[in-house]
């Protein structure tokens, strides 16, 4: 059975740094040696996140890129902005509004610590309950 994670932003470290929680949830996808796509918002999100992975955690490498080349299957995580297409992984982080698209096992969805921005989250639980995968809330 699929299962849907959602991650709901409410520590201080993770309301000044969002993407610090998606370093963190790639870092443990890496750990566990789990092919891991990234869906960023934009262009820029998906810059910012391949920068913040490579200085989040001194004692980390967590081998990365932006999709888009030769190397994208071969990368443990890749960064997907929109407009780009890359194979469907077993995990996936989603970090857009819209359900996470694809063939995946698991996904991991970061709700953000603004309750007004809190809205396309509710509607996504909804939408994969209704599919039939097995939901958990963490608060982070």
């Known amino acids: 059975m699929p299962r849907a994670d959602f991650y709901l932003i409410d520590k201080p470290r993770f309301r000044e740094d969002p993407l610090l929680l998606v370093c963190e949830l790639a870092k443990r996808a890496f750990a566990a040696q789990q092919p891991t796509l990234i869906l960023a918002r934009s262009q820029d999100e ?36 929109p407009g780009i297409a890359a194979e469907d ?41 209704a599919a039939g995968f097995e939901i958990a809330k963490h608060d982070m």
């Open 89 to 129: 992984r077993a995990l996936v982080v989603n970090l857009r509004d819209d359900c996470a698209p694809g063939l995946f096992e698991r996904v991991l969805e970061v709700v953000p610590a603004d309750e007004a921005a809190r809205g396309g989250s509710r509607e996504r639980w909804k939408t994969y309950k």
């Open 46 to 81: 998906a810059e910012a996140i391949d920068g913040r992975l490579w200085d989040f955690d001194d004692d980390a490498f967590i081998p990365h890129q932006i999709a888009g080349d030769d190397d994208d299957a071969m990368t443990p995580v890749l960064i997907v902005p």
